[in-house]
């Protein structure tokens, strides 16, 4: 069945470090891809997605390429601030219905 | 707009009573979702809608849990009778049918406490 693997956490960062959150994909036919965040306290939102091989999702310094070839989707953004600690979630979906299947989420903490 | 509205946003009740949450989804949107979020568990999702139909139940975990959506702006999720271990945060999601426009917006989730 479809689904998707992400690394777990927590993961802590000092501001302005690198960031990359690993995720990987296991799926029938061709995927939509996306990462959604979660803030304290708040429901899930859309970060970017990707909806073909090769394209590039981008929001608020974030970045994910989808990557058929390794069946990946790794989040990175190159200056991380304090703001951006939140849960992450990996998730695709595919052509054959609506279900969206989310990763268990990585947890980011970012230290002024 | 207003987004996905839920309500209660939090709600604390003993074992055996009944609970009902309500959604108010996006308007236009033809989908809606029901999710369970805990930290054993992550974000599970509960069962899904499309155009007031149910489509997907497969993760409602047993019959003390049912779902409704009498018309297009509403929705609800009963847990009768509940028990401790239904504590989560409860999300419901809505969207636009459709693969170009398959984001899911999610409302901000009734936080329930089951003692």
């Known amino acids: 069945g479809n689904s998707v693997t992400q690394m777990e956490g927590p993961v802590t960062l000092s501001e302005e470090a690198f960031l990359t959150i690993n995720c990987t994909y296991t799926a029938t036919g061709y995927p939509s891809l996306f990462w959604y965040v979660q803030y304290p306290g708040e429901g899930l939102q859309l970060l970017l997605k990707a909806t073909k091989a090769d394209d590039k999702g981008s929001n608020k310094g974030f970045e994910a390429t989808y990557r058929k070839e390794t069946t990946s989707f790794h989040l990175e953004k190159g200056s991380v601030q304090v703001s951006d600690s939140a849960v992450y979630f990996c998730a695709l979906i595919t052509n054959r219905d609506d279900k969206i299947i989310f990763g268990k989420g990585t947890r980011l903490h970012i230290l002024p | 707009d207003a987004g996905v509205i839920q309500s209660p946003r939090h709600e604390v009740t003993e074992m055996g009573q009944e609970v009902t949450l309500r959604c108010k989804p996006i308007?236009?949107?033809?989908?809606l979702f029901w999710y369970r979020q805990t930290m054993m568990r992550g974000l599970e999702l509960l069962i899904y809608?499309?155009?007031?139909?149910?489509?997907?139940d497969s993760g409602m975990p047993e019959d003390r849990f049912s779902a409704k959506m009498p018309n297009a702006s509403f929705s609800t999720l009963k847990i009768q009778p509940s028990e401790p271990r239904d504590s989560a945060v409860y999300f419901c999601?809505?969207?636009?049918?459709?693969?170009?426009?398959?984001?899911?917006?999610f409302g901000p989730g009734t936080r329930l406490t089951v003692l």
């Open positions: 999601a809505s969207s636009l049918k459709g693969w170009d426009t398959d984001t899911q917006y």
């Open positions: 809608f499309n155009n007031n139909v149910p489509i997907d």
């Open positions: 308007s236009g949107h033809n989908s």
